[in-house]
């Protein structure tokens, strides 16, 4: 049973910094790709960042709107993704979640994140 908890989610001012974790039980990093997306309240599910399997770090993507402020990272040996979050805005105000693809779907039960200005 492949599971997904995300935390470090909170408030935290403009400017701020939060970095999110998503601990996977059932899986492997090192042969399962992972991503973090958001939703903000009232919108659609959209794709923050991924990074690709493999024992090293891989390939690394972000959408447009947190290139340079986020930074998505994995520990293979403890199975758990990062999402460094800096330079907050109140725009990346949303519940974040990890999801990863083994035969199907996964997604964690989210983290709120709070930025207020």
């Known amino acids: 049973q492949v599971q997904l908890v995300e935390s470090g989610g909170g408030l935290v001012q403009a400017g701020g910094s939060l970095r999110l974790s998503c601990a996977a039980s059932?899986?492997?990093?090192?042969?399962?790709?992972i991503s973090w997306y958001r939703q903000a309240p009232g919108k659609q599910r959209e794709l923050v960042a991924s990074?690709?399997?493999?024992?090293?770090?891989?390939?690394?993507n972000y959408a447009d709107s947190v290139k340079g402020r986020f930074t998505i990272s994995k520990d293979n040996a403890k199975n758990t993704v990062y999402l460094h979050m800096n330079s907050l805005k109140p725009e990346d105000t949303a519940d974040y979640y990890c999801?990863?693809?083994?035969?199907?779907?996964?997604w964690g039960q989210g983290t709120q994140v709070t930025v207020s200005s």
């Open positions: 999801y990863t693809y083994s035969r199907r779907d996964y």
């Open positions: 059932g899986i492997t990093f090192v042969l399962n790709g």
């Open positions: 990074i690709s399997s493999g024992t090293t770090g891989g390939w690394t």
